[in-house]
């Protein structure tokens, strides 16, 4: 089904620079990809499909993300044991009511997880994971996630995905040492990346858009010539900045809570890798 958002733009060529300008009319392109939804397995989808039909029953207004998302951006499917549907953070115990009527279960007793921004709901093998917030904390789902939302036909259900910008933007700070979703940034920006609101992705980022241009270096080495197609304006250098050591912690802890870097931790005590 083709992209539904409120802003979307493209880079034409005009005297050597990219310029956006306005997308009218949205090309095959620029469409959710939903083929991939043929590599579900009946039974998992059956599981899933009960959790949605609860969702809607209750009143709520969810996105699609994780795999799905992922998979609805770049065409690409990969085996998963679960869904993630993102709400209001003023929506979450709704929601977990609503999977309890599904016949879902909470996952905490079998594994504990943090249950400051995700619920994880279980039936069998398959996982549902209610989300409202970044695992960091660092931003929580607001209005503009589902105003921008996009919408997806899948298996005869219409469902919203969480916007391109905002699933790169949760994504970059997933790089800890036993996980890293950078890789899925580089999917995503192959398959997508001319389709990126990027002023909108740089305000969401704020402060934290050298970890963005990060990413964009090790992209350009990866693909030198994919890197090429990028708006300039994402290469330029960024101004020194000084920094004291409270800085230092809270940007560690965006990346990880636990104690992993050195710099912010006494001398003589273990790291937590």
């Known amino acids: 089904?083709?992209?539904?958002?409120?802003?979307?733009?493209?880079?034409?060529?005009?005297?050597?620079?990219?310029?956006?300008?306005?997308?009218?009319?949205?090309?095959?392109?620029?469409?959710?990809?939903?083929r991939w939804a043929t590599a579900i397995p009946d039974s998992e989808w059956a599981a899933y499909a009960r959790a949605l039909k609860m969702m809607r029953a209750a009143g709520l207004d969810f996105m699609v993300g994780g795999g799905f998302a992922f998979a609805a951006y770049t065409g690409r499917w990969r085996d998963t044991k679960d869904i993630d549907l993102y709400v209001r953070?003023?929506?979450?115990?709704?929601?977990?009511?609503?999977?309890?009527?599904?016949?879902?279960?909470?996952?905490?007793?079998?594994?504990?997880?943090?249950?400051?921004?995700?619920?994880?709901?279980?039936?069998?093998?398959?996982i549902v994971d209610i989300i409202w917030s970044m695992a960091n904390q660092r931003a929580h789902v607001d209005e503009l996630w589902f105003k921008r939302a996009p919408k997806l036909t899948l298996r005869g259900e219409r469902l919203s995905v969480i916007p391109l910008e905002e699933l790169i933007w949760c994504k970059l700070y997933i790089i800890q040492r036993d996980r890293c979703d950078w890789t899925d940034i580089f999917n995503l920006l192959y398959a997508r990346a001319g389709q990126i609101d990027?002023?909108?992705?740089?305000n969401r980022l704020e402060a934290d858009q050298p970890l963005l241009r990060a990413l964009l270096t090790v992209y350009g080495w990866l693909c030198p010539s994919a890197a090429l197609a990028l708006p300039r304006s994402l290469w330029r250098p960024f101004s020194r900045q000084h920094i004291g050591p409270e800085v230092v912690r809270h940007r560690s802890m965006l990346l990880d809570s636990r104690a992993w870097f050195s710099a912010t931790q006494p001398e003589h005590r273990k790291l937590e890798i």
């Not at 493209?10 to 620079?17: C, D, E, L, P």
């Not at 990027?198 to 740089?202: G, I, P, T």
């Open 1 to 34: 089904m083709p992209l539904e958002r409120s802003r979307s733009t493209r880079y034409s060529k005009s005297k050597n620079r990219r310029a956006a300008t306005p997308i009218t009319r949205l090309s095959k392109a620029h469409r959710l990809q939903s």
């Open 89 to 126: 953070p003023q929506d979450r115990e709704k929601a977990i009511n609503a999977l309890h009527q599904a016949g879902f279960e909470d996952f905490y007793d079998r594994l504990p997880y943090d249950r400051n921004w995700i619920y994880r709901g279980a039936q069998s093998d398959f």
């Open 198 to 202: 990027w002023n909108h992705l740089n």
